[in-house]
């Protein structure tokens, strides 16, 4: 494993499972200070222990995470080097049964604390020459059924990913995204375990399985690394190919021939 991030702070948010966990872990691996941040302290007390990890229960959507977070992360550590903006929140409402109360649930977690968390960071990355690290989602690049306050609060982490690389790029601040596809974590095993999203979501992914936490954190590693130095701005689909190709399953084949058995 490489030590690309020998002594540099990094904060993961919600880090204590899923996607976070594997990314948290994957940085300190390769050398990383991390601040792990997640309002569940069972799953935070599950992380090693380690002298090169800390962990703050917090929940990124109260007013005071921000300053908190990055008061935290300054006091073990010095700097912050690298952010890592993983918290969210998935299966919303359709749009015609989102109230208010749904819109600025969706909205904050996805959303709000990402701009909120980056703007409170923002002087200390600029110091440091940093990185900035979103988890959006392909269904903020792409419309996808019953997901429409998910799918907006996704699409502007995408949007503020390249406003912030395109006004501060110049400043030697790098801003990327990753857009998971369906990745297997403890946040979408019902799902997966249910036949028609495995067939539908899963059977039109061209790898046909779900993505895993660490290939995202693999994703993540190279983009907040001197290895991406002038990738900037980009937002990565980690998704089987699901995104980049007019996929037909097999499911899909079979349904055309059995509709028309004399095809040629």
């Given at each position: 494993?490489?030590d690309?991030f020998?002594?540099?702070?990094?904060i993961?948010?919600?880090?204590?499972?899923?996607?976070?966990?594997?990314?948290?872990?994957?940085?300190?691996e390769?050398?990383?200070?991390?601040?792990?941040?997640?309002?569940?302290?069972?799953?935070?007390?599950?992380?090693?222990?380690?002298?090169?990890i800390?962990?703050?229960?917090?929940?990124?959507t109260?007013?005071?995470?921000?300053?908190?977070?990055?008061?935290?992360?300054?006091?073990?550590?010095?700097?912050?080097?690298?952010?890592?903006?993983?918290?969210?929140l998935?299966?919303?409402?359709?749009?015609?049964?989102?109230?208010?109360?749904?819109?600025?649930?969706?909205?904050?977690?996805n959303?709000?604390?990402?701009?909120r968390?980056?703007?409170a960071?923002?002087?200390a990355?600029l110091a440091?020459?940093?990185?900035?690290?979103?988890?959006a989602?392909?269904?903020?690049?792409?419309?996808?059924?019953?997901?429409?306050?998910?799918?907006?609060a996704?699409?502007?982490v995408?949007?503020?990913?390249?406003?912030?690389?395109?006004?501060?790029?110049?400043?030697?601040?790098?801003?990327?995204?990753?857009?998971?596809?369906i990745?297997?974590t403890p946040?979408?095993?019902?799902r997966l375990?249910?036949a028609?999203?495995y067939?539908?979501i899963?059977?039109?992914?061209?790898?046909?399985?779900?993505?895993?936490?660490?290939?995202?954190?693999?994703a993540?590693?190279?983009?907040?690394?001197?290895?991406?130095?002038?990738?900037?701005?980009?937002?990565?689909?980690?998704?089987?190919?699901?995104?980049?190709?007019?996929?037909?399953?097999d499911?899909m084949?079979?349904?055309?021939t059995?509709?028309?058995?004399d095809?040629?």
């Amino acid at each position: 494993m490489k030590d690309r991030f020998t002594g540099r702070p990094a904060i993961v948010t919600g880090a204590g499972l899923g996607i976070g966990r594997a990314i948290a872990l994957r940085l300190h691996e390769e050398g990383a200070l991390v601040l792990a941040v997640d309002k569940n302290p069972d799953v935070l007390a599950a992380l090693p222990q380690s002298g090169r990890i800390r962990t703050l229960v917090a929940d990124v959507t109260d007013a005071d995470a921000p300053a908190a977070i990055v008061a935290a992360c300054l006091e073990a550590f010095g700097s912050i080097r690298v952010l890592v903006n993983n918290a969210g929140l998935g299966n919303a409402p359709a749009f015609h049964e989102t109230t208010e109360a749904d819109y600025e649930k969706w909205m904050g977690v996805n959303l709000t604390s990402t701009f909120r968390l980056t703007r409170a960071a923002f002087d200390a990355l600029l110091a440091s020459k940093g990185v900035v690290l979103n988890i959006a989602s392909t269904l903020g690049v792409q419309g996808y059924r019953r997901q429409a306050v998910y799918s907006t609060a996704k699409a502007g982490v995408i949007g503020l990913t390249r406003n912030l690389a395109a006004d501060y790029g110049g400043a030697g601040l790098r801003v990327n995204a990753i857009a998971p596809g369906i990745i297997a974590t403890p946040q979408t095993a019902a799902r997966l375990h249910t036949a028609r999203f495995y067939a539908t979501i899963v059977g039109t992914t061209p790898m046909g399985r779900p993505g895993l936490p660490e290939e995202i954190a693999g994703a993540a590693a190279f983009l907040c690394s001197d290895d991406a130095g002038f990738v900037n701005g980009h937002v990565l689909a980690v998704d089987g190919g699901q995104t980049s190709s007019a996929y037909v399953s097999d499911a899909m084949v079979q349904c055309w021939t059995d509709a028309h058995p004399d095809a040629d």
